[in-house]
């Protein structure tokens, strides 16, 4: 690895202390002051003074376009400051002058990123500030967020590093020197890594840093993650590895393409080497939540969280529904909004749409065509309609209408009829199979790409990212390829071969990735699935053997890759795969750890069945060393064996449906 050439790269740092109409963040004066000494210290990078840039709040758009024509090897561009989210979900900037709640008063990132360039070799872009995770599909796809024409602003060659996700507050302690996700950024640079390379790249700072609450998040585009200007300042050797137990393994070998994969064994952690986050048992945070007038709890409809809210869906009956907000962290009440159901609607369900929670109504026909009849977006600080988009009730191909927070309709469309429907929730955007309506904004109406014509298209999904998976066949290969939400060129495809002529394959959306199911002739069980994710600017596919439906797959760290079928939970590690009994009930809470508790399990199309008040246990796993800690016990709503219920969580609390009302627990200080 090579150190970026000083002489020809560019620093441009920002850091908004103080406000006039916001709280000051003292710690970031103290940030943009140690990382300009760390990048100008030959000892780190070296960068020439003059090649160090401290923008001024008034000159950021200018301080980033000089530097970006200047740069040849490598642009990096750091904020820290006030992030705010738009109506339309994107993310702004805080400037001294900017407003509370009015997000126009700040600088949009998308205009920022517009600046970049493609000049230099790599860019590397790190925002320290709340909700940052939302620059992700700026510096990637490149999409509209609005109907506005805008420049596209890929960044080829780029690394966004961000302190949190995008729903997920920053955090900047007011007694501290530095802000917390920058603190940690600084004692890497600082300290190094022991039993590192000379020259860290991107990717080694990034799975160094500490793993803060809320947790870093990274993206990268063509090759982004090779961008290297730091020098590991550390002599120590690497500290040992942990010592491994292997268990019993179940052996896997598949083909992906050209290339052979063989699986068999997993490792767990015994002991040593791993650091365990602390975290103790339920304690209430406050007296529950009453629930709103006429609510039957056995019949809540659903439940989500967006950062440190939790929302429930409630109502007496079908088509008179009321969403609940809570704090989490005070436990407290912080709007209550009903929403009108649509009369064909025969399930309900709560959805994240531009950051803030949304109603969704959604209906199935008698060739099981899922339809979705009404999206109903709420404004997550006051739960104020925003905008919502229904059918025309009885029209048979589907009349969609938009409407905005006042109930006048902007706009409508032709639904063509026995069409499959896909929707990007959080990008807010509906795909319909080989229709003329792909890429459809909910929000604005407007229509986007649609899919090469000459797809030999035979299944599409949607997963939890906004990628847009499709599954083309040709004789006995299968076509899986990676586009981003708006349609536009395709980001990575690979094949997978059947194992003859006779065999189908369908997809389906699995969490933040897809799974491809392979079936034997004549509806016979499943044969085999790959799982496949778009990470780190490719394509990765897992191939597992299981006897059921995948329904669910997630990641856990940088190679746990652990997958979850109707009766059996696989994990592939990195080295191996091992099954594990079916009452195996973790989900993930982090990138390293995972709780079990009664949780929201049901297809968009089903309704949802009477719960029962029983008594639940609560488990926490930390993946990475094994360990588990029991949390306590829950009283709450549940069905199937007290698997499926309405408990949602954070990293810090969880919050479930009581005989008493919605009540909320902290198991971690």
């Known amino acids: 690895m090579t150190l970026a050439d000083p002489a020809a790269s560019r620093a441009v740092l920002i850091g908004v202390a103080e406000y006039r109409d916001l709280a000051n963040l003292p710690a970031v004066a103290g940030n943009v002051r140690a990382l300009e000494s760390l990048l100008t210290d030959p000892e780190t990078w070296g960068l020439p003074a003059g090649n160090c840039v401290v923008a001024a709040p008034g000159g950021i758009l200018d301080a980033v376009t000089e530097a970006a024509e200047a740069a040849v090897d490598t642009l990096v561009v750091y904020y820290a400051g006030h992030g705010m989210v738009s109506r339309s979900g994107e993310l702004y900037l805080g400037l001294p002058g900017t407003l509370p709640g009015r997000p126009e008063t700040a ?6 990123s517009a600046r970049l360039g493609t000049r230099a070799a790599h860019t590397v872009v790190i925002l320290d500030c709340c909700y940052s995770g939302r620059a992700a599909g700026v510096m990637s796809a490149g999409g509209k967020a609005d109907a ?8 080829p060659g780029s690394y966004l590093l961000t302190a949190s996700s995008r729903t997920q507050r920053a955090m900047s302690p007011p007694d501290a020197p530095y802000s917390t996700f920058t603190g940690g950024l600084i004692d890497v640079l600082t300290r190094g890594v022991p039993g590192g390379p000379e020259v860290l790249d991107m ?3 990034y799975r160094h840093l500490p793993r803060s609450r809320p947790k870093p998040r990274r993206r990268t585009t063509d090759g982004g993650s090779t961008a290297a200007f730091v020098k590991n300042r550390s002599t120590e050797p690497a500290p040992p590895k942990p010592w491994w137990r292997r268990r019993t393994a179940l052996a896997v070998a598949a083909t992906i393409g050209a290339a052979a994969i063989t699986a068999a064994g997993v490792v767990v952690t015994e002991s040593g080497g791993v650091d365990v986050p602390a975290v103790h048992g339920l304690r209430a945070v406050a007296a529950p939540i009453p629930y709103p007038a006429g609510t039957d709890p056995g019949r809540l409809l659903d439940a989500m969280v967006i950062g440190d809210s939790a929302y429930f869906l ?19 009440l912080r709007w209550r909004a009903d929403v009108p159901a649509h009369p064909e609607a025969t399930a309900l369900r709560l959805r994240t749409v531009h950051g803030g929670p949304a109603v969704v109504g959604t209906s199935v026909d008698s060739m099981n065509t899922v339809s979705i009849v009404k999206v109903s977006a709420l404004d997550p600080v006051s739960g104020e309609a925003m905008w919502s988009v229904a059918t025309v009730p009885g029209t048979e191909a589907g009349t969609l209408v938009g409407y905005d927070r006042w109930g006048e309709e902007r706009w409508r469309h032709e639904m063509p009829p026995a069409e499959e429907v896909f929707v990007a929730w959080d990008a807010g955007l509906m795909l319909v199979a080989a229709s003329a309506l792909p890429g459809l904004d909910l929000r604005t109406g407007e229509v986007g790409h649609r899919l090469p014509d000459a797809l030999d298209l035979r299944d599409m999904a949607l997963d939890e990212q906004g990628i847009v998976w499709t599954l083309a ?7 899986l390829t990676a586009h981003d939400v708006s349609l536009g060129e395709p980001l990575g495809e690979v094949e997978l071969i059947a194992p003859d002529w006779s065999f189908t394959a369908s997809i389906g959306s699995c969490g933040r990735m897809a799974c491809v199911r392979f079936h034997a002739p004549e509806g016979s069980d499943a044969a085999g699935s790959i799982v496949a994710e778009w990470r780190d600017g490719g394509i990765e596919a897992v191939m597992v053997d299981v006897s059921g439906y995948v329904w669910n797959a997630w990641r856990f760290g940088s190679d746990t890759l652990v997958l979850r079928s109707g009766v059996e939970l696989i994990e592939a590690g990195p080295d191996g795969v091992v099954q594990y009994p079916a009452d195996w009930d973790y989900l993930p809470v982090d990138d390293d750890e995972a709780i079990n508790a009664p949780y929201p399990h049901h297809e968009p199309w089903e309704k949802v069945p009477e719960l029962a008040m029983t008594t639940a246990p609560v488990t926490w796993l930390h993946v990475p060393s094994g ?9 709450t709503y549940t069905s199937l064996g007290r698997a499926y219920g ?24």
């Open 107 to 112: 600088l949009r990132f998308k205009d920022l």
């Open 148 to 155: 506005t024409p805008t420049p596209d602003v890929r960044v």
């Open 203 to 205: 990717e080694d700072v």
């Open 314 to 332: 409630s109502g007496p009956a079908q088509r008179d529904l009321t969403v609940t907000a809570i704090d989490l962290p005070t436990s407290t």
């Open 473 to 479: 066949r040709e004789d006995t290969v299968y076509r």
């Open 627 to 635: 360990t588990s800690v029991h949390l306590g016990e829950v009283t």
């Open 646 to 669: 309405l408990c949602a969580w954070t990293p810090v609390h969880l919050t479930c449906p009581t005989a008493d009302g919605f009540q909320v627990w902290r198991y971690r200080a």
